[in-house]
Nanobody, 115 residues
Framework: QVQLVESGGGLVQPGGSLRLSCAAS????????MDWYRQAPGKQRELVAG???????NYADSVKGRFTISRDNAKNTVYLQMNNLKPEDTAVYSC?????????WGQGTQVTVSS
């Protein structure tokens, strides 16, 4: 029933842009804080960006000034706009919803930044 489905990943050159989307269903989206995580091969999963139910945002230092997280509660969707992409941004990007102790994960979308 609960689903978080990411889309928008792909192959892009350094300096390029991508917009990721995460469509949610099966829970009351507006009551959940939403986050984007990423995991590169051989590395730990890291928090990239988060947006609260009230719209406040936070970002990893490595993406500040380049990435923007946003949400559209009417569409039950959270977005990650990624600009000036770097090879080190290559990873599987997953969205996460959190309300108190309850959390849900999407399956992820691949982002590859390469010349």
């Amino acid at each position: 029933q609960v689903q978080l489905v990411e889309s928008g990943g792909g192959l892009v050159q350094p300096g390029g842009s991508l917009r990721l989307s995460c469509a949610a269903s099966g829970f009351i989206f507006r009551l959940y804080d939403m986050d984007w995580y990423r995991q590169a091969p051989g590395k730990q999963r890291e928090l990239v960006a988060g947006i609260s139910t009230g719209g406040s945002t936070n970002y990893a230092d490595s993406v500040k000034g380049r990435f923007t997280i946003s949400r559209d509660n009417a569409k039950n969707t959270v977005y990650l706009q990624m600009n000036n992409l770097k090879p080190e941004d290559t990873a599987v990007y997953s969205c996460h919803g959190l309300r108190g102790a309850r959390g849900y994960w999407g399956q992820g979308t691949q982002v590859t930044v390469s010349s």
